[in-house]
Protein backbone atom coordinates (compact mmCIF):
# COMPACT_ATOMS: atom_id res chain seq x y z
CA UNK A 1 0.00 0.00 0.00
CA UNK A 2 1.50 3.21 -0.95
CA UNK A 3 0.50 6.47 1.43
CA UNK A 4 0.69 9.43 -0.86
CA UNK A 5 1.43 13.20 1.09
CA UNK A 6 0.97 16.66 0.01
CA UNK A 7 3.87 17.67 2.86
CA UNK A 8 7.05 18.53 0.37
CA UNK A 9 10.06 18.49 2.99
CA UNK A 10 11.22 14.89 4.02
CA UNK A 11 10.72 15.34 7.71
CA UNK A 12 7.26 16.82 6.95
CA UNK A 13 6.22 13.67 5.03
CA UNK A 14 7.62 10.96 7.58
CA UNK A 15 5.56 12.57 10.12
CA UNK A 16 2.43 12.99 8.25
CA UNK A 17 3.40 9.09 6.82
CA UNK A 18 3.26 8.26 11.04
CA UNK A 19 -0.21 10.22 11.57
CA UNK A 20 -1.60 7.89 9.09
CA UNK A 21 -0.25 4.64 10.33
CA UNK A 22 -0.96 5.33 13.70
CA UNK A 23 -4.97 6.93 12.79
CA UNK A 24 -5.19 3.73 10.70
CA UNK A 25 -4.02 1.17 13.44
CA UNK A 26 -5.53 2.21 16.41
CA UNK A 27 -9.37 2.47 15.51
CA UNK A 28 -10.56 2.70 19.02
CA UNK A 29 -10.02 6.04 21.14
CA UNK A 30 -7.11 5.70 23.87
CA UNK A 31 -8.68 5.33 26.92
CA UNK A 32 -7.62 7.95 29.35
CA UNK A 33 -8.21 7.07 32.58
CA UNK A 34 -7.38 3.43 32.29
CA UNK A 35 -3.95 1.42 30.81
CA UNK A 36 -5.61 0.09 27.50
CA UNK A 37 -6.16 -3.66 26.97
CA UNK A 38 -3.72 -4.04 24.25
CA UNK A 39 -0.66 -3.21 22.74
CA UNK A 40 0.23 -0.72 19.87
CA UNK A 41 3.51 -0.56 17.62
CA UNK A 42 5.97 1.90 19.15
CA UNK A 43 5.66 4.35 16.36
CA UNK A 44 1.96 4.56 16.61
CA UNK A 45 2.21 5.51 20.91
CA UNK A 46 5.01 8.31 19.57
CA UNK A 47 3.11 9.70 16.94
CA UNK A 48 0.05 9.80 19.20
CA UNK A 49 1.40 11.10 21.77
CA UNK A 50 3.56 13.84 19.67
CA UNK A 51 0.45 14.60 18.30
CA UNK A 52 -1.17 15.97 20.99
CA UNK A 53 1.92 17.73 21.85
CA UNK A 54 2.01 19.63 19.09
CA UNK A 55 -0.59 21.64 20.96
CA UNK A 56 1.49 22.92 23.88
CA UNK A 57 2.86 26.06 23.84
CA UNK A 58 6.39 26.92 22.41
CA UNK A 59 8.67 27.02 25.12
CA UNK A 60 11.19 29.20 23.79
CA UNK A 61 8.65 31.94 23.46
CA UNK A 62 6.75 31.32 27.03
CA UNK A 63 8.05 34.37 28.49
CA UNK A 64 6.12 33.64 31.91
CA UNK A 65 9.49 31.11 32.61
CA UNK A 66 12.71 31.59 34.37
CA UNK A 67 13.14 28.41 33.24
CA UNK A 68 16.36 27.33 30.57
CA UNK A 69 14.59 26.21 27.36
CA UNK A 70 17.84 25.82 25.63
CA UNK A 71 21.42 24.09 25.77
CA UNK A 72 24.30 23.24 23.39
CA UNK A 73 24.17 19.73 21.69
CA UNK A 74 26.85 18.45 23.48
CA UNK A 75 25.51 18.85 26.96
CA UNK A 76 22.17 17.18 25.38
CA UNK A 77 24.34 14.40 24.34
CA UNK A 78 26.19 13.84 28.28
CA UNK A 79 22.00 14.06 29.41
CA UNK A 80 21.07 11.29 27.37
CA UNK A 81 23.19 9.25 28.53
CA UNK A 82 23.05 9.65 32.12
CA UNK A 83 19.26 9.46 32.23
CA UNK A 84 19.23 5.89 33.18
CA UNK A 85 21.92 6.83 36.14
CA UNK A 86 20.19 7.18 39.78
CA UNK A 87 22.05 9.81 42.03
CA UNK A 88 20.73 8.03 45.02
CA UNK A 89 23.45 5.32 44.19
CA UNK A 90 26.89 7.01 45.28
CA UNK A 91 28.80 3.80 45.48
CA UNK A 92 27.91 2.75 42.36
CA UNK A 93 27.96 5.97 40.45
CA UNK A 94 30.70 8.19 42.55
CA UNK A 95 32.09 10.03 39.43
CA UNK A 96 28.27 11.24 39.95
CA UNK A 97 29.28 12.23 42.75
CA UNK A 98 32.25 13.91 42.95
CA UNK A 99 30.87 16.54 40.25
CA UNK A 100 27.76 17.13 42.43
CA UNK A 101 30.47 17.95 45.11
CA UNK A 102 32.27 20.15 42.91
CA UNK A 103 29.14 22.37 42.20
CA UNK A 104 28.51 22.45 45.25
CA UNK A 105 31.77 23.74 46.34
CA UNK A 106 32.08 26.21 42.83
CA UNK A 107 29.20 27.57 43.97
CA UNK A 108 30.17 28.01 48.00
CA UNK A 109 32.85 30.03 46.63
CA UNK A 110 30.86 32.24 44.07
CA UNK A 111 28.84 33.06 46.90
CA UNK A 112 32.07 33.65 49.06
CA UNK A 113 31.26 30.86 51.94
CA UNK A 114 33.75 31.30 54.40
CA UNK A 115 35.87 28.13 53.98
CA UNK A 116 39.74 27.11 53.78
CA UNK A 117 41.44 25.81 50.82
CA UNK A 118 41.41 22.22 52.53
CA UNK A 119 37.85 22.51 53.11
CA UNK A 120 34.75 21.09 51.76
CA UNK A 121 31.73 23.27 51.48
CA UNK A 122 28.34 22.33 52.73
CA UNK A 123 25.60 21.60 50.33
CA UNK A 124 23.52 19.77 48.07
CA UNK A 125 22.27 19.16 44.77
CA UNK A 126 18.18 19.33 44.96
CA UNK A 127 15.20 19.35 42.86
CA UNK A 128 14.07 23.28 41.62
CA UNK A 129 14.49 25.93 44.41
CA UNK A 130 11.31 24.63 46.35
CA UNK A 131 12.93 21.52 47.52
CA UNK A 132 15.97 23.72 48.45
CA UNK A 133 13.96 26.04 50.18
CA UNK A 134 12.52 23.30 52.10
CA UNK A 135 15.49 21.70 53.40
CA UNK A 136 16.83 24.90 54.68
CA UNK A 137 13.85 25.81 56.62
CA UNK A 138 14.17 22.53 58.27
CA UNK A 139 17.82 23.31 59.30
CA UNK A 140 16.28 26.54 60.57
CA UNK A 141 13.35 25.46 62.70
CA UNK A 142 15.89 22.47 63.83
CA UNK A 143 17.98 24.85 65.16
CA UNK A 144 15.68 27.05 66.75
CA UNK A 145 14.02 24.07 68.53
CA UNK A 146 17.20 22.81 69.92
CA UNK A 147 17.74 26.05 71.77
CA UNK A 148 14.74 26.88 72.94
CA UNK A 149 14.53 22.97 74.45
CA UNK A 150 17.51 23.78 75.90
CA UNK A 151 16.63 27.06 77.38
CA UNK A 152 13.72 25.47 78.47
CA UNK A 153 11.37 27.93 76.40
CA UNK A 154 8.55 26.69 74.27
CA UNK A 155 9.05 25.77 70.93
CA UNK A 156 5.54 25.33 69.38
CA UNK A 157 4.99 28.32 67.72
CA UNK A 158 8.26 29.18 65.45
CA UNK A 159 7.50 31.67 62.36
CA UNK A 160 9.64 32.78 59.02
CA UNK A 161 9.12 36.79 58.56
CA UNK A 162 8.93 37.23 54.84
CA UNK A 163 7.77 39.94 52.20
CA UNK A 164 4.16 39.13 50.53
CA UNK A 165 6.09 39.11 46.98
CA UNK A 166 7.61 35.55 48.33
CA UNK A 167 7.03 32.56 46.04
CA UNK A 168 4.64 29.98 46.53
CA UNK A 169 7.37 27.50 47.72
CA UNK A 170 7.74 29.57 50.70
CA UNK A 171 3.91 28.97 51.89
CA UNK A 172 4.46 25.31 50.98
CA UNK A 173 6.82 25.04 53.20
CA UNK A 174 5.22 26.63 56.22
CA UNK A 175 2.06 25.00 55.73
CA UNK A 176 3.64 21.72 55.35
CA UNK A 177 5.90 21.58 58.34
CA UNK A 178 3.64 23.68 60.97
CA UNK A 179 5.48 27.23 60.62
CA UNK A 180 3.78 30.59 60.48
CA UNK A 181 4.68 32.56 57.91
CA UNK A 182 4.65 36.39 58.84
CA UNK A 183 4.29 38.64 55.82
CA UNK A 184 5.94 42.31 55.24
CA UNK A 185 2.56 43.74 53.10
CA UNK A 186 3.58 45.19 49.90
CA UNK A 187 2.69 49.03 48.79
CA UNK A 188 2.34 50.74 45.37
CA UNK A 189 5.79 51.68 44.25
CA UNK A 190 7.51 49.56 46.78
CA UNK A 191 7.48 45.64 45.55
CA UNK A 192 9.24 43.97 47.82
CA UNK A 193 10.06 43.45 51.22
CA UNK A 194 10.87 46.62 53.59
CA UNK A 195 13.34 45.67 55.78
CA UNK A 196 12.91 47.73 58.38
CA UNK A 197 9.30 46.31 58.82
CA UNK A 198 10.69 42.96 58.25
CA UNK A 199 12.66 43.81 61.29
CA UNK A 200 10.04 44.68 63.32
CA UNK A 201 8.29 41.49 62.82
CA UNK A 202 10.80 39.58 64.01
CA UNK A 203 10.14 37.88 67.86
CA UNK A 204 11.82 35.39 69.63
CA UNK A 205 10.21 32.69 67.73
CA UNK A 206 11.37 33.63 64.23
CA UNK A 207 13.66 31.02 63.12
CA UNK A 208 14.85 33.25 59.97
CA UNK A 209 14.35 36.03 58.14
CA UNK A 210 13.80 34.96 54.29
CA UNK A 211 14.76 37.62 51.68
CA UNK A 212 14.70 37.60 47.93
CA UNK A 213 17.27 37.80 45.47
CA UNK A 214 14.98 38.54 42.16
CA UNK A 215 11.60 38.95 43.23
CA UNK A 216 9.18 36.84 41.15
CA UNK A 217 7.08 39.86 40.80
CA UNK A 218 9.09 42.40 39.59
CA UNK A 219 13.24 40.82 39.81
CA UNK A 220 14.17 43.14 41.95
CA UNK A 221 16.61 42.40 44.19
CA UNK A 222 15.71 42.98 48.18
CA UNK A 223 17.82 44.96 50.13
CA UNK A 224 19.80 42.26 52.27
CA UNK A 225 22.86 44.39 53.28
CA UNK A 226 20.27 46.71 55.14
CA UNK A 227 18.32 43.97 56.85
CA UNK A 228 21.81 42.51 58.36
CA UNK A 229 22.31 45.51 59.65
CA UNK A 230 19.27 46.17 61.10
CA UNK A 231 18.49 42.39 62.60
CA UNK A 232 22.35 42.81 63.89
CA UNK A 233 21.29 45.72 65.86
CA UNK A 234 17.91 43.66 67.10
CA UNK A 235 19.91 40.68 67.87
CA UNK A 236 22.50 42.32 70.31
CA UNK A 237 19.12 44.55 71.65
CA UNK A 238 17.27 41.45 72.85
CA UNK A 239 19.81 38.61 73.03
CA UNK A 240 18.04 36.33 69.96
CA UNK A 241 20.69 35.15 67.15
CA UNK A 242 17.65 35.35 64.26
CA UNK A 243 19.83 34.66 60.80
CA UNK A 244 18.72 35.11 57.46
CA UNK A 245 18.23 32.70 54.95
CA UNK A 246 18.36 34.67 50.97
CA UNK A 247 15.74 33.22 48.14
CA UNK A 248 18.25 33.39 45.48
CA UNK A 249 16.76 31.22 43.16
CA UNK A 250 16.83 33.81 40.18
CA UNK A 251 19.27 35.89 41.16
CA UNK A 252 21.83 33.93 42.37
CA UNK A 253 23.19 32.97 39.20
CA UNK A 254 23.07 36.98 38.45
CA UNK A 255 24.78 38.81 40.86
CA UNK A 256 28.14 37.24 41.04
CA UNK A 257 28.51 38.32 37.27
CA UNK A 258 26.69 41.80 36.83
CA UNK A 259 26.91 42.84 40.15
CA UNK A 260 29.48 41.48 41.98
CA UNK A 261 30.37 44.54 44.53
CA UNK A 262 26.60 44.00 45.73
CA UNK A 263 26.36 42.33 49.26
CA UNK A 264 24.16 40.32 49.44
CA UNK A 265 26.02 36.48 50.24
CA UNK A 266 28.02 34.77 52.89
CA UNK A 267 29.81 38.45 52.82
CA UNK A 268 26.95 39.16 55.36
CA UNK A 269 27.55 37.37 58.71
CA UNK A 270 23.90 36.62 59.44
CA UNK A 271 23.47 34.98 56.36
CA UNK A 272 23.36 31.37 57.30
CA UNK A 273 21.83 29.28 53.45
CA UNK A 274 21.31 30.39 50.49
CA UNK A 275 19.37 28.82 47.72
CA UNK A 276 19.57 28.91 43.69
CA UNK A 277 17.89 27.76 41.15
CA UNK A 278 20.17 25.82 38.38
CA UNK A 279 17.64 25.27 35.59
CA UNK A 280 17.18 29.21 35.75
CA UNK A 281 20.04 31.43 35.22
CA UNK A 282 22.25 28.38 35.88
CA UNK A 283 21.25 27.34 32.85
CA UNK A 284 20.19 23.92 32.75
CA UNK A 285 16.93 22.27 31.74
CA UNK A 286 14.51 22.01 34.81
CA UNK A 287 14.77 20.36 37.46
CA UNK A 288 18.01 21.17 39.49
CA UNK A 289 18.49 23.65 42.73
CA UNK A 290 21.07 23.96 44.62
CA UNK A 291 21.31 24.68 48.76
CA UNK A 292 24.42 26.08 50.62
CA UNK A 293 25.19 26.51 54.33
CA UNK A 294 27.10 29.03 55.78
CA UNK A 295 29.30 26.23 57.53
CA UNK A 296 28.51 22.75 59.07
CA UNK A 297 27.25 24.36 61.89
CA UNK A 298 24.67 25.99 60.17
CA UNK A 299 23.33 22.04 59.13
CA UNK A 300 22.25 20.37 62.16
CA UNK A 301 23.89 16.68 62.38
CA UNK A 302 20.90 15.09 63.51
CA UNK A 303 19.28 15.92 59.31
CA UNK A 304 21.74 13.88 57.47
CA UNK A 305 20.93 9.97 57.13
CA UNK A 306 23.43 7.69 56.54
CA UNK A 307 21.92 4.81 54.61
CA UNK A 308 24.16 1.37 53.57
CA UNK A 309 22.14 -0.71 51.66
CA UNK A 310 23.34 0.22 48.27
CA UNK A 311 26.93 -0.22 49.07
CA UNK A 312 28.74 1.83 51.51
CA UNK A 313 28.17 4.59 53.97
CA UNK A 314 26.33 7.30 52.26
CA UNK A 315 25.14 10.71 54.40
CA UNK A 316 21.90 11.72 52.26
CA UNK A 317 19.94 14.83 53.13
CA UNK A 318 17.19 15.20 50.50
CA UNK A 319 13.57 14.82 50.27
CA UNK A 320 13.17 13.21 47.49
CA UNK A 321 15.41 9.94 47.52
CA UNK A 322 15.80 8.61 43.73
CA UNK A 323 16.31 11.80 41.45
CA UNK A 324 17.92 11.94 38.17
CA UNK A 325 21.93 11.88 37.42
CA UNK A 326 21.71 13.87 33.92
CA UNK A 327 20.70 17.94 35.81
CA UNK A 328 23.47 17.46 37.65
CA UNK A 329 26.18 16.62 35.02
CA UNK A 330 24.58 19.43 33.03
CA UNK A 331 25.19 21.73 35.69
CA UNK A 332 29.32 21.14 35.78
CA UNK A 333 28.92 21.19 32.12
CA UNK A 334 28.18 24.60 32.30
CA UNK A 335 30.13 25.67 35.10
CA UNK A 336 33.13 24.37 33.19
CA UNK A 337 31.87 25.14 29.59
CA UNK A 338 31.13 28.77 29.95
CA UNK A 339 33.34 29.96 33.67
CA UNK A 340 33.26 33.34 34.86
CA UNK A 341 33.42 34.90 31.30
CA UNK A 342 30.57 32.80 29.92
CA UNK A 343 28.04 33.12 32.46
CA UNK A 344 29.22 36.87 32.54
CA UNK A 345 28.94 37.38 29.00
CA UNK A 346 25.52 35.81 28.70
CA UNK A 347 23.95 37.68 31.72
CA UNK A 348 25.03 41.34 29.93
CA UNK A 349 23.35 39.91 26.99
CA UNK A 350 19.99 39.33 29.25
CA UNK A 351 20.40 42.55 30.17
CA UNK A 352 20.87 44.46 27.23
CA UNK A 353 17.65 42.59 25.49
CA UNK A 354 15.98 43.54 28.51
CA UNK A 355 16.89 47.24 27.83
CA UNK A 356 15.75 47.20 24.09
CA UNK A 357 12.76 45.61 25.07
CA UNK A 358 11.96 48.28 28.08
CA UNK A 359 12.84 51.36 25.23
CA UNK A 360 10.63 49.74 22.99
CA UNK A 361 7.69 49.22 25.35
CA UNK A 362 8.05 52.97 26.60
CA UNK A 363 8.19 53.95 22.93
CA UNK A 364 3.96 52.90 22.54
CA UNK A 365 3.32 55.29 25.53
CA UNK A 366 0.73 52.99 26.37
CA UNK A 367 2.93 51.16 29.87
CA UNK A 368 4.15 52.09 33.14
CA UNK A 369 7.27 50.60 34.03
CA UNK A 370 6.98 48.93 36.96
CA UNK A 371 10.63 46.85 37.50
CA UNK A 372 13.76 48.36 38.23
CA UNK A 373 16.70 48.36 36.21
CA UNK A 374 19.02 46.85 38.81
CA UNK A 375 17.98 42.69 39.25
CA UNK A 376 16.68 39.68 36.89
CA UNK A 377 16.62 40.64 33.15
CA UNK A 378 12.54 40.91 33.00
CA UNK A 379 10.17 43.79 32.35
CA UNK A 380 7.18 44.31 34.60
CA UNK A 381 4.81 46.53 33.08
CA UNK A 382 1.31 48.18 33.85
CA UNK A 383 -1.37 50.32 31.52
CA UNK A 384 -1.27 53.39 31.87
CA UNK A 385 -5.12 53.70 31.43
CA UNK A 386 -6.89 50.09 31.73
CA UNK A 387 -10.40 51.44 32.21
CA UNK A 388 -10.75 50.53 28.33
CA UNK A 389 -8.87 47.31 28.51
CA UNK A 390 -6.62 45.55 30.68
CA UNK A 391 -3.08 43.52 30.61
CA UNK A 392 -5.38 40.23 31.45
CA UNK A 393 -6.86 40.89 27.34
CA UNK A 394 -3.28 41.76 26.15
CA UNK A 395 -2.05 38.47 27.46
CA UNK A 396 -5.11 36.84 25.84
CA UNK A 397 -4.52 38.41 22.39
CA UNK A 398 -0.55 37.91 22.36
CA UNK A 399 -0.91 34.31 22.67
CA UNK A 400 -2.42 34.22 18.66
CA UNK A 401 0.93 35.60 18.33
CA UNK A 402 2.18 32.86 19.76
CA UNK A 403 3.47 34.67 22.81
CA UNK A 404 3.26 33.47 26.50
CA UNK A 405 2.95 36.28 28.52
CA UNK A 406 2.00 36.47 31.82
CA UNK A 407 -0.47 39.42 33.24
CA UNK A 408 -1.34 39.32 37.01
CA UNK A 409 -1.74 41.06 40.14
CA UNK A 410 0.45 42.49 42.52
CA UNK A 411 0.52 40.56 46.61
CA UNK A 412 -1.09 42.08 49.21
CA UNK A 413 -1.16 45.54 50.24
CA UNK A 414 -1.11 46.06 45.92
CA UNK A 415 -3.40 43.70 44.69
CA UNK A 416 -5.13 46.41 42.39
CA UNK A 417 -1.62 46.91 40.42
CA UNK A 418 -2.12 44.33 37.53
CA UNK A 419 1.25 43.54 35.07
CA UNK A 420 2.07 42.21 32.23
CA UNK A 421 5.68 40.19 32.67
CA UNK A 422 8.61 39.36 30.09
CA UNK A 423 10.99 37.18 31.49
CA UNK A 424 14.08 37.61 29.34
CA UNK A 425 16.62 34.47 28.98
CA UNK A 426 19.44 33.20 26.89
CA UNK A 427 17.81 32.38 24.07
CA UNK A 428 15.34 35.44 23.37
CA UNK A 429 17.47 37.42 21.76
CA UNK A 430 17.51 41.18 20.41
CA UNK A 431 15.18 40.43 17.27
CA UNK A 432 12.55 39.07 19.21
CA UNK A 433 12.33 41.72 21.75
CA UNK A 434 11.63 44.00 18.86
CA UNK A 435 8.94 41.28 17.53
CA UNK A 436 7.60 41.01 20.59
CA UNK A 437 6.64 45.05 21.07
CA UNK A 438 5.97 44.82 16.72
CA UNK A 439 3.17 42.55 18.51
CA UNK A 440 2.25 44.36 21.19
CA UNK A 441 1.41 47.41 19.33
CA UNK A 442 -0.56 45.42 16.74
CA UNK A 443 -2.29 43.97 19.83
CA UNK A 444 -2.86 47.16 20.94
CA UNK A 445 -4.13 48.48 17.90
CA UNK A 446 -6.54 45.47 17.50
CA UNK A 447 -8.11 46.28 21.19
CA UNK A 448 -9.38 49.83 20.16
CA UNK A 449 -11.06 48.59 17.75
CA UNK A 450 -13.31 46.67 20.00
CA UNK A 451 -15.74 47.59 22.36
CA UNK A 452 -14.56 47.74 26.16
CA UNK A 453 -15.02 44.17 28.22
CA UNK A 454 -14.89 46.66 31.54
CA UNK A 455 -18.82 48.48 30.16
CA UNK A 456 -21.18 46.31 31.77
CA UNK A 457 -18.96 45.45 34.84
CA UNK A 458 -18.60 49.12 35.29
CA UNK A 459 -22.29 49.64 34.72
CA UNK A 460 -22.73 46.54 37.59
CA UNK A 461 -20.05 48.51 40.06
CA UNK A 462 -22.19 51.81 39.78
CA UNK A 463 -25.52 50.17 40.22
CA UNK A 464 -24.17 48.61 43.75
CA UNK A 465 -22.36 52.01 44.50
CA UNK A 466 -25.43 53.41 44.20
CA UNK A 467 -27.65 50.96 46.72
CA UNK A 468 -24.89 52.11 49.50
CA UNK A 469 -25.14 55.85 48.96
CA UNK A 470 -26.41 57.63 46.04
CA UNK A 471 -24.13 60.38 47.03
CA UNK A 472 -20.86 58.21 46.73
CA UNK A 473 -19.04 58.97 43.49
CA UNK A 474 -16.42 57.28 42.94
CA UNK A 475 -12.82 58.57 41.31
CA UNK A 476 -11.27 57.21 37.74
CA UNK A 477 -8.37 55.45 40.16
CA UNK A 478 -11.22 53.74 42.51
CA UNK A 479 -13.06 52.49 39.70
CA UNK A 480 -10.17 51.13 37.74
CA UNK A 481 -9.20 49.79 41.10
CA UNK A 482 -12.63 47.68 41.08
CA UNK A 483 -12.21 46.61 37.67
CA UNK A 484 -8.52 45.13 38.46
CA UNK A 485 -10.35 43.34 42.21
CA UNK A 486 -12.76 42.01 39.50
CA UNK A 487 -9.79 40.64 36.90
CA UNK A 488 -8.63 39.08 40.18
CA UNK A 489 -11.48 37.32 40.74
CA UNK A 490 -11.37 35.68 37.36
CA UNK A 491 -8.20 34.25 37.86
CA UNK A 492 -8.86 33.50 41.47
CA UNK A 493 -5.88 34.49 42.99
CA UNK A 494 -3.49 32.48 40.63
CA UNK A 495 -0.16 31.80 42.25
CA UNK A 496 3.13 32.71 40.19
CA UNK A 497 4.61 28.92 40.50
CA UNK A 498 7.28 28.75 38.32
CA UNK A 499 10.83 27.96 40.46
Known sequence: ?????????????????????????????????????????????????????????????????????????????????????????????????????????????????????????????????????????????????????AEGKPYDKPNIVTGANVQVCWEKFARYFEVELKEVKLSEGYYVMDPVKAVEMVDENTICVAAILGSTMTGEFEDVKLLNELL??????????????????????????????????FRLPLVKSINVSGHKYGLVYPGVGWVVWRSKDDLPDELVFHI??????????????????????????????????????????????????????????????????IGVPLLAFSLKDSSQHSVFEISDQLRKFGWIVPAYTMPPNAQHIAVLRVVVREDFSCGLAQRLVSDIEKVMTLLDTLPSIFSTKTAHVTAITNEISEKVKKSAMETQREIILYWKRLVDGKKLGAC
Not at 57 to 86: H, Q, Y
Not at 311 to 319: N, V
Not at 339 to 363: A, D
Request: hydrophobic content about 35%; proline content about 5%.
Open 308 to 373: NYLGSDQPTFTLNFSKGSSQIIAQYYQLIRLGFEGYKNIMENCLENTRVLKEGIERTGLFNIISKD
Open 1 to 149: MVITSTATHPDEQAQSIFSTFASRYVREPIPRFKIPEKSIPKDAAYQIINDELMLDGTPRLNLASFVTTWMEPECDKLIMASLNKNYVDMDEYPVTTELQNRCVNIIANLFHAPINEDETAVGVGTVGSSEAIMLAGLAFKRKWKTKRK
Open 232 to 265: TEKNKETGWDTPIHVDAASGGFIAPFLYPDLEWD
